[in-house]
């Protein structure tokens, strides 16, 4: 990569960390899977806010929903057998949850009930679900990544209309993970973790997609995870591998990287505070959330027109 300018390098900053009362000391058949067996007390992923200004994790490996309010304080939300990644409000109350184990899922934040949203395509179950964007017809992008990579390049992005039907956008995905939208609603931003980089996917009106390209390029050894676009229509991708988040310009050049403490598996991103300009990331190896003041609000996120009931 050849850069005219080096990127700016800014520190993350802890908002949070997870209490120790919240910290599961137990094997989980997750982190035997994904952590090499590794001890895993938490793995958070997920971060959205609500209106209210209170941020909403969840725990992978334990099946778990917390709120955490503007103080920093922790509030436990949902617990169940599932393995949820990433969330997003499709309205005030509910959060629709990307889980790896159960498909799409609904949490109710008020009454922590947890409901099924969408399980199977055509009784299939899925490989594995990981992340998801509405837009604003009140569409929900969201990836399948499973197992796939280098190796078995058949990862999916679909497409769930509000009328229910499902559309297979792409199947040749590299391990497909985090999803963001540009605030035009018409280029879908596409992580793919092991191919190390970030697809460009055009939306045209037809409702097709076509001229999929590479847009960024990272390297070591865990590539792109959770995603985030800001009004200037930068590009914000959390990189656990590295334990940064690169903030890309449109023509995807590296214009700032925040940096996460040493060891630190920087795997999502959300925008916060008052103004929408504070990035905050989950440091999942830790249990930490940690934060850093921009410039830029992020684009606001849709929810679904009337709440989307099914």
Known sequence: MYLLQA??????????????????????????????????????????????????VCDIPFGR?????????????????????????????????????NGLMRVDVQTGRVTPHLQRRNTE????????VLDAQGNIYFTDQGQTGL??????????????????????????NGVALSADGKVLYLAV??????????????GSVA?????????GPSGPDGLAVDMQGRLLVANPGLGYVWVLNPRAEPVMVLRGPAGASITNV??????????????????????????????????LPCGGGR
């Open 7 to 56: 990127p700016q390098v800014l520190e993350l900053q802890t908002f949070t960390t997870m209490p120790e009362s919240f910290r599961r000391h137990e094997r989980s058949v997750w982190a035997d899977a994904n952590r090499g067996g590794m001890p895993t007390d938490s793995f958070l992923e997920g971060p959205v806010f609500d209106a209210a200004g209170n941020l909403y």
């Open 65 to 101: 929903t917390f709120r955490i309010d503007p103080a920093g304080a922790w509030t436990q939300v949902a617990e169940y057998d599932g393995e949820p990644n990433g969330m997003k409000f499709i309205d005030a109350h509910t959060l629709l949850v990307t889980d790896y184990k």
């Open 125 to 132: 179950s899925f490989k594995g679900v990981n992340d998801l």
């Open 151 to 176: 190796h078995d390049p058949s990862g999916r992005l679909y497409r769930l209309r509000p009328s229910g039907q499902l559309d297979l956008l792409l199947s040749n995905v590299p391990s497909p």
């Open 193 to 206: 973790t092991r191919g190390n980089c970030v697809w460009r996917v055009p939306l045209l009106a037809d």
């Open 211 to 219: 001229k999929v390209s590479q847009f960024f390029t990272s390297y």
């Open 270 to 303: 959300a925008f916060g505070g008052p103004d929408r300009s504070t990035l905050f990331v989950t440091d999942s190896t830790h249990g930490n959330v940690l934060m850093h003041p921009l410039d830029t609000p992020g684009v606001v996120l849709h929810v």
